[in-house]
């Protein structure tokens, strides 16, 4: 499967973002780099995601001549993670996007079942006023994310994007049934999951990763 068979998929091709990942897949990379590479590819991401936010003028002085000059409008921006390894990519997003609000939403797979368990859900009160960015590394079956997404509508917001690092096909066509309106960028587009829902070739378990717990 390719970018092209899921028009809800955008995957970032940038060298830096490519190059960035293969470091973060590889096995012998160290906790602390492979902490760092998710927040510097999570600002890459950031960078791509927001491409596509409106713009008005405003008249401004230059020290040689009055000037209407472009800056960002619309909604302001809630970065909502996906517990616990979407925290691992909330710097980055941030750097970029500093004055955003940040949700946290807690869902746990159930290993027998793989479905999403909800143990936390904190986001701010002005939440569906906001253009939202749902940031979880590996889109893996998609059950969490769909999870986290039905949450955020109830609440009433619209205008949700996905941002991981890894989909796998499974986990793309899961949203793209459940939740076609919401854009999801990518570093790469994976080949598959395997029978533990892991997905392969994939970087293991993002969060024991970043964290350290393992
Ligand atoms: N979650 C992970 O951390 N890694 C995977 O491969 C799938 C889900």
């Known amino acids: 499967m390719t970018q092209r068979d899921f028009p809800n998929l955008t995957v970032v091709m940038h060298p830096l973002v490519q190059h960035k990942l293969t470091y973060l897949r590889a096995a012998e990379t160290t906790t602390d780099t492979f902490r760092r590479l998710v927040r510097e590819i999570s600002q890459m991401l950031a960078y791509e995601v927001t491409r596509d936010l409106p713009m008005e003028t405003l008249n401004i002085t230059t020290p040689v001549a009055s000037f ?56 701010p009160e002005d939440v569906a006023e906001r253009a939202v960015i749902v940031v979880d590394p590996m889109l893996a079956t998609g059950n969490s994310a769909a999870a986290a997404i039905d949450r955020l509508k109830e609440c009433g917001c619209t205008g949700i994007k996905l941002v991981c690092l890894l989909a796998a096909p499974e986990g793309v066509s899961n949203l793209l049934k459940h939740h076609p309106d919401v854009p999801i960028l990518t570093a790469a587009l994976d080949e598959k999951l395997n029978d533990h829902g892991y997905i392969v070739p994939g970087l293991g378990d993002a969060g024991d990763r970043m964290f350290g717990t393992r």
């Open 68 to 123: 209407d000059s472009p800056v960002i409008a619309g909604k302001k921006q809630c970065i909502v993670s996906i517990l616990r390894a979407g925290n691992g990519m909330l710097d980055g997003l941030l750097e970029l996007l500093p004055s955003a609000r940040v949700g946290h939403i807690g869902l746990y797979r159930d290993p027998a079942t793989l479905e999403p368990v909800e143990y936390y859900f904190k986001v």
